[in-house]
């Protein structure tokens, strides 16, 4: 029989220290006075760690710039806890935008990275997002099904694009209407599969760009804060080697209400 575990990271869990982005200039160099700051574990075991990211910090590539991405600094942590650890790896299950904030899942060895790879693979690893859009989505829920691919009139490579079907990788976005605001329409969104920008792709296919989301188009929201208005707030994952099923979830971020704010507040 299995076990659900549940977790709800309520606010100050959610925002923790406030600080300045990590490319900030001025920002100190993550250490063992601070690391805790830098970097916000949520949950942690044997082998999954589960971090709750910051808008602004890359995943696991840091443009040449040392120590600023959170692999990087989960290997700060280790070498603090332990000196022992100082060439820990952290192995990547799961991916989150630089500029979208929340939940992102590691695994601590090679044998749980596969555990965890093929659920994913599977379809049995759940992330849920909240994300206010521009304009207004006109349904209150459906799925977004078409497949995705690099854009190839984008430079940089990062860029994806909706293309026809039976090209690309099949991709499928859920989503629900929150609430409808001015100009805006705060959603929750859920991902079917797990492709690289595929929430925003989708989303900008629809008319809908993400607050903030000048790569893929928004306009309306271009005055917004740095980063996007886009928050990985739900995961829920079976833990390797047991029955247990791990629900993370914590509560909207700071930089939602901001969007809604920034949304109302527009003529």
Wanted: glycine letters at 8%.
């Amino acid at each position: 029989m299995k076990k659900i575990l549940f977790f709800l990271l309520l606010a100050p869990v959610l925002s923790g220290c406030v600080l300045k982005p990590l490319e900030s200039q001025d920002h100190p160099a993550a250490n063992c006075d601070n690391i805790d700051r830098a970097v916000n574990v949520v949950y942690e075991d044997d082998d999954v760690i589960v971090v709750n990211k910051k808008a602004g910090v890359p995943a696991f590539y840091s443009d040449g710039k040392k120590g600023e991405s959170v692999a990087e600094l989960l290997r700060v942590r280790a070498g603090c806890g332990n000196l022992s650890a100082e060439t820990q790896w952290f192995y990547r299950v799961d991916t989150l935008d630089r500029g979208a904030q929340g939940l992102i899942l590691f695994a601590k060895n090679k044998k749980a990275q596969r555990f965890l790879l093929q659920q994913s693979r599977d379809g049995n690893i759940e992330k849920r997002y909240f994300a206010v859009v521009e304009g207004i989505v006109a349904k209150d829920g459906g799925v977004i099904n078409a497949p995705v691919d690099k854009d190839p009139a984008d430079k940089s490579g990062r860029k994806m694009k909706t293309v026809k079907k039976g090209t690309g990788q099949d991709a499928a976005t859920g989503y629900t209407v929150v609430r409808r605001l001015k100009n805006a329409t705060y959603l929750d969104v859920s991902e079917r599969t797990r492709r690289r920008h595929q929430v925003r792709a989708h989303l900008a296919s629809a008319g809908h760009p993400v607050f903030g989301d000048a790569m893929y188009g928004a306009t309306f929201s271009g005055g917004f804060s740095d980063g996007l208005a886009m928050q990985a707030y739900f995961l829920r994952f079976k833990r390797p080697f047991s029955n247990e099923i791990l629900e993370l979830q914590l509560t909207p971020a700071d930089r939602l209400a901001q969007a809604v704010d920034f949304a109302q507040g527009r003529p």
